[in-house]
């Protein structure tokens, strides 16, 4: 009977419990434990597995490569962190995606934003939420190729399916006309229904650097900054910082 019931879970997709269900009856009789008691365990294992399999999943989905946390980041580097430290830290419970609320991280190379911004992002992954970063270069890299070959819309739902979308490194090379409008799309596309995150070494008032031009530039600040939090970074570089202090 226990090897039917460990394929008849197998069948329906209970691996947890497939695999579990020999060793957790040996243990629910020399514990006496009532049968509701042992099926509750049973099923608890299985729930558990599945949350964790999901963590698994949504950081290899995520482009991430790193784990950073929030405890690493250094408020006490400069003023602007520690004057928004509250605010960022409540970016850390995540509850902001219940919104699909924006966040624009804004400031001079080496100030942090990035780090904060996969800071989030490794946050979402570790509750199970799906989450895809990219620099903007690369997604209008892709974009671009996918308009050649015929598969723009399809990657287009690509950046539009996470929950969370981070894009790094916005204003350190102008998009184009073709690549301003592409990334229109993405932004148009996820606006007020799921967040995203960007960090950019220009203030909005140069936006019109960025992309092709300001009327398409004053487009995509109004999506963002219509529902969002703006972080400004200011300060000297941490990078920079950190490698003076090695011996």
Known sequence: MIEEICEKAGALRL?????????????????????SKTICHLFDLEIENRRQNRIVLCYRQSKLNEKPTIDQFDFNHHSSRKNQKTQILNLMSLA???????????????????F?????????????IKVLFTTAMDMINHLIAADADHSLLKKLQYYQSPELLVIDEIGYLGLGKKG???????????????????????????????????TVATAIADRLVYNSQILI??????????????P
Not at 106 to 112: E, F, Y
Not at 116 to 128: D, E, I, P
Not at 188 to 214: V, Y
């Open 180 to 214: 301003s409008n592409l990334f229109f799309q993405v932004i148009s596309q996820r606006h007020e229904i799921k967040s995203t995150a960007i960090t950019t070494n220009l203030p909005f008032a140069d936006w019109g650097k960025i992309f092709d031009s300001t």
């Open 96 to 114: 902001f995606l219940k919104e699909g609320m924006d966040i624009i991280l804004i400031g001079n190379p080496g100030v942090g934003k990035s």
């Open 15 to 35: 691996k947890t419990i497939a695999y579990e269900f020999p060793q957790i009856i040996e243990m629910a009789g020399k514990n006496n434990w009532p049968c």
């Open 116 to 128: 904060l911004a996969k800071a989030v992002a490794y946050a979402a992954t570790q509750a199970g």
């Open 233 to 246: 970074l200011e300060g000297p570089s941490y990078r920079k910082r950190s490698k003076s202090k090695r």
